[in-house]
Nanobody, 122 residues
Framework: QVQLVESGGGWAQAGRSLRLSCKPS????????MNWYRQAPGKERELVAS????????TYADFVKGRFTITRDNGENTLYLQMNNLTPEDTAVYYC???????????????WGPGTQVTVSS
């Protein structure tokens, strides 16, 4: 059974930091590129950061560049999102996501975690 369990969310004051973790199980973690998404109330879900399966390349949304860092530890089957200099606009539910991908003759599904709430107060 596939599970992605996020942790590390909570409340923080503006300017402070939080670190999110995602611990997947039920699939081969280091075969998948991984992402963090977020969804604020009344807004669409948006991509925050991505990392390749090997962890050798990352990309970020402009609104988090220079503040957030995505990393992964394939030995520990864990994905992280270090969030620094938080602002109230970062308040959202944050989701861990495993990208779908295809190899010759077979495709593998995407997976989503249930999300973890991050609330930033001014």
């Amino acid at each position: 059974q596939v599970q992605l369990v996020e942790s590390g969310g909570g409340w923080a004051q503006a300017g402070r930091s939080l670190r999110l973790s995602c611990k997947p199980s039920g699939f081969t973690f280091d075969d998948y590129a991984m992402n963090w998404y977020r969804q604020a109330p009344g807004k669409e879900r948006e991509l925050v950061a991505s990392i390749t399966a090997a962890g050798d390349s990352t990309t970020y949304a402009d609104f988090v560049k220079g503040r957030f860092t995505i990393t992964r530890d394939n030995g520990e089957n864990t994905l992280y999102l270090q969030m620094n200099n938080l602002t109230p606009e970062d308040t959202a539910v944050y989701y861990c996501h495993a990208d779908s991908y295809c190899e010759p003759g077979v495709c593998y599904s995407e997976y989503w975690g249930p999300g973890t709430q991050v609330t930033v107060s001014s």
